[in-house]
């Protein structure tokens, strides 16, 4: 058995392709036991006592965009931008909730065995190292 695993993962292409798959089972497995919800209201992000509300994370990136529409070529604009654009997507992360469902421990083992392996596989697929199974 260990000399079947070593002649496949001597082959670059195989060792690749063993590890996508692993990787790929893996985080869909993962996936599939993760429940994301948004709450559906107006509101914001309370930052200690201070609530910050939705609109407010949308006024630098409309800046930015003035702000290129006039100067074009202006590096500190497109900066503003990449900040604004930045400070929407923690907006959104940050009003995500994520539960993960009730599975058994023998699964989530599973499940994480499947995603670092197939990582390392991958991984070494993808720079020509070879793993040899002892």
């Known amino acids: 058995m260990k000399d079947l695993l070593n002649s496949i993962l001597k082959d670059r292409r195989a060792t690749f392709l063993i590890g996508l798959a692993m990787l790929i089972g893996g985080l869909w497995l993962f996936v599939q036991n993760v429940y994301v919800s948004s709450p559906w209201h107006p509101g914001g992000i309370n930052i200690g006592p201070v609530t910050l509300r939705s609109g407010v994370f949308v006024l630098p990136l409309l800046a930015a965009l003035v702000w290129l529409f006039f100067r074009p070529g202006s590096k500190a604009a497109k900066v503003l931008a990449c900040v604004g654009l ?30 670092v392996v197939g990582a390392v596989l991958t991984w070494a697929g993808v720079n020509n190292k070879q793993i040899k199974i002892k």
């Open 86 to 115: 930045a400070l929407i997507v923690v907006y959104v992360v940050m009003s995500v909730n994520i539960k993960l469902s009730r599975v058994p421990v023998i699964e989530w083992i599973g499940i994480l065995f499947l995603i």
